[in-house]
């Protein structure tokens, strides 16, 4: 059975060490994904090609554009997310809140997310914990224990590779798992929406319904 993942990166510069470390990521989890015996596709969202359709999605009401409104589509429907954005002013950068904002709110129930983080200086490690996870927490996602966070230096070392394993391992394993719980011992599960579709409109016999065709009594 083969799943997908979809792999959000939120690099500015190209080449980006934001899309570095999100290849680096995917390429651990399909490693780890395989050695289970299933297969994994990635679909990858580069927000810096949404940057104009960003925009014009939040300045016109919340109206998708046809690319933010396909991007919310592949979100909601995978089965896991690997979420990497390069870290300015101590938080997530704005072009990445801005894709987050457009998301439904139920477009991440109960996923498997992996968090990630770009910088050019160690000092920022603390985004992942008091910027990402409450952000991802907020949305009812499923964030893996182990979040990476890599400095400049980190690219190249032991250290991040061995991270890079272990949060590939943790995703892994939520993405391949099955549901065995026995029906009625838990709750029902809020569904994953897009936020794409419109709802039915109400019927005319319905919003007509007890009118006499009388006009309304005003009072005196």
């Given at each position: 059975?083969?799943?997908?993942?979809?792999?959000?990166?939120?690099?500015?510069?190209?080449?980006?060490?934001?899309?570095?470390?999100?290849?680096?990521?995917?390429?651990?989890?399909?490693?780890?994904v395989?050695?289970?015996?299933?297969s994994?596709?990635?679909e990858?969202?580069?927000?810096?090609?949404?940057?104009?359709?960003?925009?014009?999605?939040?300045?016109?009401?919340?109206?998708?554009?046809?690319?933010?409104?396909?991007?919310?589509?592949?979100?909601s429907?995978?089965?896991?997310?690997?979420?990497?954005?390069?870290?300015?002013?101590?938080?997530?950068?704005?072009?990445?809140k801005?894709?987050?904002?457009?998301?439904?709110?139920?477009?991440?129930?109960?996923?498997?997310?992996?968090?990630a983080?770009?910088?050019?200086?160690?000092?920022?490690?603390?985004?992942?914990?008091?910027?990402?996870?409450?952000?991802?927490?907020?949305?009812?996602?499923?964030?893996?224990?182990?979040?990476?966070?890599?400095a400049?230096?980190?690219?190249?070392?032991?250290g991040?590779?061995?991270?890079?394993?272990?949060?590939?391992?943790?995703?892994a394993?939520?993405?391949?798992?099955?549901?065995?719980?026995?029906?009625?011992?838990?709750g029902?599960?809020?569904?994953?929406?897009?936020?794409?579709?419109?709802?039915?409109?109400?019927?005319?016999?319905?919003?007509?319904?007890?009118?006499?065709?009388?006009?309304?009594?005003?009072?005196?």
């Amino acid at each position: 059975m083969s799943r997908t993942v979809v792999v959000l990166t939120a690099g500015l510069s190209q080449p980006s060490s934001t899309r570095l470390l999100a290849d680096q990521l995917a390429g651990a989890v399909d490693a780890a994904v395989t050695a289970r015996g299933e297969s994994v596709e990635f679909e990858v969202i580069e927000l810096r090609e949404l940057a104009t359709d960003l925009a014009s999605t939040l300045t016109t009401g919340g109206l998708p554009t046809p690319a933010v409104a396909a991007a919310r589509d592949r979100v909601s429907a995978a089965d896991g997310l690997i979420a990497v954005t390069p870290v300015f002013a101590a938080s997530y950068s704005g072009l990445f809140k801005m894709f987050i904002d457009v998301l439904d709110p139920d477009a991440l129930n109960g996923m498997p997310v992996l968090i990630a983080a770009t910088a050019g200086t160690p000092r920022h490690a603390l985004v992942l914990d008091h910027a990402m996870r409450p952000l991802f927490s907020y949305l009812r996602a499923v964030v893996v224990p182990t979040g990476i966070f890599a400095a400049t230096e980190d690219f190249g070392t032991s250290g991040l590779t061995d991270r890079v394993r272990r949060a590939a391992a943790e995703l892994a394993r939520l993405v391949v798992a099955e549901d065995t719980a026995v029906g009625g011992f838990l709750g029902e599960e809020r569904p994953r929406t897009s936020g794409n579709s419109l709802p039915s409109p109400t019927p005319f016999a319905e919003l007509l319904a007890g009118h006499t065709g009388e006009p309304a009594d005003r009072g005196r």
